[in-house]
DNA sequence: CATTGACCTTCCCTTTACGGGAAGGTTTAG
DNA sequence: CTAAACCTTCCCGTAAAGGGAAGGTCAATG
């Protein structure tokens, strides 16, 4: 298969799909004597793994290590379990980011009158009362 | 002042007060002979504006609109209202997705063992059942 | 056989907001 | 005079992707 035919079957963009060989999360693609890069069935699967580890927010860092698990079949689930924990973590240090961020902006927005009229308590708030 | 100085008023890097200048975000800061740029207050208090934008998140872009907004005494509110409104759309937008990853995630990680044994509903997920 | 269109290749640029660090000039204090 | 602490500009790196150029390849068509 070529790179088309494969992102395709795997709904993973071929720039992408270069990249991640790239990075060493895809394997070195073989080539075709004109240098066309030659797949399989076997990428596509890969390929869909990391695009599901994509949708759950996994940094392509944490994807390697997860495909490198994923393949090694003796693997401790100890790893993978901590890998994913600290990707929560950060999930959740970031929700409680926004959610203080839309705490804040929702009460300024509703007191807003939004009209023609200047005086605003948006304004107000970032400049902090001047 | 020099810009040490005023970043230290604002707990804005020097760095970023360079970089909000030539996004036109900061007016041009004037210069001594020897080429260091010179502020006053004023532009401590822009500053701390800007600062307090970014912590609720927004982008430069939407902070030079603002930035501009606060400045014109004569604008109208709907207009900041809109640009706070579209804010808070993409913040709630992110909150889902991040909720719906954590949601998936924690069942998964609930789920794993955790130990010296391979196998992993993580991993399993992720290669959506092979 | 030549051409056309769809594919593929690599390379560089753009995005967002920031920071590291180099190389070099200025100011201030001892 | 010199050393420290400033300041300047310039380039690079971050994360993950995509746009687009310039050019090579392949298959089907006239």
Request: hydrophobic share 35%; net charge positive; charged share 30%.
């Amino acid at each position: 298969m070529n790179i088309g035919e494969v992102a395709k079957l795997s709904d993973v963009n071929s720039k992408s799909i270069r990249r991640y060989e790239e990075l060493g999360i895809m394997p070195k693609a073989g080539r075709t004597m004109a240098g066309y890069r030659q797949y399989s069935m076997n990428d596509v699967h890969i390929l869909r793994f990391v695009k599901r580890a994509r949708e759950l927010g996994f940094s392509m860092k944490d994807i390697k290590q997860l495909v490198s698990l994923w393949k090694n079949k003796s693997r401790p689930s100890s790893q993978v379990k901590s890998i994913a924990k600290k990707h929560v973590d950060e999930l959740e240090k970031k929700l409680e980011e926004i959610q203080s961020m839309l705490s804040t902006l929702n009460k300024l927005v509703k007191n807003c009158h939004g009209d023609g009229r200047p005086d605003c308590p948006i304004l107000d708030d970032l400049g902090h009362g001047e």
